[in-house]
Each structure stands twice: as structure tokens, then as C-alpha cells.
């Protein structure tokens, strides 16, 4: 099975296949934005690169959805309005921007 640089599964594989006797998978992706055309665009974009994809339109419903179902990677917009954004609902969530 081929990998990613991330050590994610690449390919059209189930997730959770076995390689080398460590478990692949496909990394899951929360995408936050109050916009929703631009979480509906950012899930379709990374559903067809083999992503498994959860949308969420403010900080409290991402907070609710990483509780229930954990994610790899949180695609997030900063300036969302205070009251819809991450500091409202999750004070200690570790963001790293990347330019």
C-alpha cells in the first residue's frame, strides 16, 4: 500500500488496512468555517484526494464533533465572529498556523 509523508494510507484502500503490521488509515479532517459553500468546497476537494471529511460552521458544533469522533487535522477559520469561533467553546485547543 503506498503512504503519504504523513504515514496515511494514499490510495482507494478501505481505511484501517493493515500494513507492515501497523494500522493505515485515512486521515479525518474537520473543516470549520461559517461559510457553508466553503466547508461544502474544502469536504469535496478532499473527499476525491481519499479523505475522510466533517463539516462544522462554528466552534461549538467542531467542539461537539472532535468529542464524539476525534479527527487528525482541523482546517479552521480564525476570524469567524467571537461568538461562533474556537474561543467561545474550546479555550485550549492548539492551533499551528502555516502560510
Excluded at 493493515?18 to 461559517?34: K, N, T
Excluded at 467542531?62 to 467571537?82: E, G, H, R, S, Y
Aim: hydrophobic content about 35%; some cysteine.
Amino acid at each position: 500500500m503506498e503512504q503519504n509523508g504523513w504515514g496515511f494510507a494514499s490510495s482507494d484502500e478501505e481505511a484501517a488496512t493493515q500494513d507492515g503490521g501497523r494500522e493505515v488509515h485515512s486521515p479525518r479532517i474537520l473543516v470549520v468555517d461559517d461559510e457553508a459553500v466553503v466547508c461544502e468546497s474544502c469536504k469535496r476537494i478532499l473527499e476525491e484526494e481519499n479523505y475522510e471529511v466533517e463539516c462544522a460552521l462554528n466552534g461549538r458544533e467542531a467542539f461537539d464533533k472532535m468529542k464524539a469522533n476525534p479527527c487528525d487535522i482541523v482546517i479552521t477559520d480564525l476570524k469567524m465572529p467571537a461568538s461562533m469561533g474556537w474561543k467561545s467553546s474550546a479555550p485550549f485547543v492548539r492551533i499551528t498556523l502555516m502560510r
